[in-house]
């Protein structure tokens, strides 16, 4: 679905953008809300209409990345910039939604597959950069945006339901990759029951470190400025770490069908822990540090999931250019998670050596 030209023009207009406005094109790969590239003859916006499906609370959501922006530029750090509305609101609503504008940020590029290692060694410091800045910041301040949202069990049990009511008739299609999830139940807790033990700590985190939610600077290729701020909330370090390696440690594209390009490679994870690392060493707890690689199949198993979940329930969540779009990526997912498993033990043994290398 787009939006029509007179409602984008009607919302354009209610923001106080710099020149004539020449385009307004929808702009970017992400899967929850609707990114458009605003350009006028000064320069250019991110005009976004929030996803209230996803984020019901838009108010919250706003105040949230407010609150974060703020403190990230008093910290000296580039980030999002939100332009006001004519009236001073963080976001306008009118009956066709919800809508908000940031400065685009000029001259970076943002990934969906990883050009080589040096780039992902880079994100990875860039993301435990971000965490280290985020760790004087009073979560208490944020609302929850999503509720549950890496409760892994919690997303098995709607996964669950999914499947019993097989809405959509789509069950018969996926025999497999349901039964794959269902086989991998024990791994469902590991990262809940240790936040709820107190033996993983709580921290804030970003729980959405998909490749390209990072900025990247378009000639020097290092990270400029982690954006999609929309999940920022308490979490663990490890629901971070672990999506991360899911979007950037694959030799293919979430969505590629030709399951022999898929692959987790161990260069690249080596290379994310490298850069993580190098800034959280001092940091992270040495249990964090042992359920690394644990959380890389967690977290692909949790999004895996996900994507079949919206199969099932017709595709309501995440957004599609074609009906099986959310089966393929989920399929890509379980091919990472078998040579994940697979690869478990060299996995360890790269942290090892990437923590022996930093000492
Ligand atoms: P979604 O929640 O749907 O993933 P994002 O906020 O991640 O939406 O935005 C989608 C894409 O738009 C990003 O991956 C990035 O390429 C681009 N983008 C978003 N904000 C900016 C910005 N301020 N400047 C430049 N590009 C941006
Ligand atoms: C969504 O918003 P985007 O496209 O950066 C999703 C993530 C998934 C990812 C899978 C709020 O990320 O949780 O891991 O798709 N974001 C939300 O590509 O659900
Ligand atoms: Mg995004």
Redesign the pocket.
């Known amino acids: 679905m787009v939006d029509s030209g007179v409602a984008l023009a009607r919302v354009v207009a209610s923001f106080p953008l710099k020149g004539t406005i020449i385009s307004v094109e929808p ?7 609707r ?1 458009y590239l605003v350009l006028t003859d000064q320069c250019r916006y ?1 005009l ?1 209409k929030m ?1 209230t499906n996803v984020f019901p609370d838009a108010a919250g959501l706003m105040r949230n990345i407010e609150l974060v922006t703020s403190y990230l530029q008093d910290k000296g750090e580039e980030t ?1 910039d939100i332009v006001p509305t004519n009236d001073g609101a963080t976001y306008f609503k009118d009956p066709t939604g919800s809508w908000r504008v ?4 000029e001259h ?1 590029i ?1 990934y969906n597959l990883v050009p080589d290692a040096s780039v992902l060694c880079d994100a990875g410091a860039a993301f435990g950069h971000f965490q280290n800045v985020l760790a004087a910041f009073d979560a208490s301040q944020l609302s929850e945006t999503i509720a549950h949202f890496h409760d892994a069990p919690s997303r098995f049990r709607d996964f669950q339901s999914a499947v019993s009511d097989d809405s959509r008739h789509r069950v018969e299609s996926c025999r497999s990759e349901i039964d794959f999830y269902m086989a991998h139940t024990e791994w469902y807790p590991l990262i809940m029951k240790g936040l709820a033990l107190g033996s993983i700590p709580l921290r804030v985190t970003h729980n959405d470190t998909k490749l ?2 990072i ?1 990247m600077d378009a000639t020097t290729h290092e990270a400029r400025a982690i ?2 701020l ?1 999940t920022i909330m308490p979490g663990s370090l490890l629901f971070d770490f672990g999506d991360s390696i899911r979007s950037g440690a694959s030799t293919a594209l979430e969505d590629e069908q030709d399951l022999d390009k898929v692959h987790f490679s161990s260069e690249l994870f080596e290379a994310y822990a490298r850069g993580y690392l190098r800034e959280l060493k001092p940091s992270i707890t040495d249990k964090e540090l042992a359920l690394l690689p644990e959380s890389a199949i967690l977290m692909t198993l949790e999004c895996g999931m996900r994507f079949l979940a919206d199969y099932l329930c017709g595709d309501t969540y995440f957004a599609v250019d074609y009906p099986q779009h959310n089966l393929v990526r989920c399929r890509t997912q379980i091919k990472l998670i078998q040579e994940m498993e697979d690869r478990l033990t060299a996995s360890h043994r790269i942290i090892d050596e990437v923590m022996e290398e930093l000492q």
Request: a negative charge; aromatic letters at 12%; proline letters at 0%.
């Open positions: 702009y970017g790969d992400g899967h929850i809300n990114t991110i976004q996803n999002l940031y400065a685009f940020i970076t943002s390209n939610n900025l954006i999609d929309d």
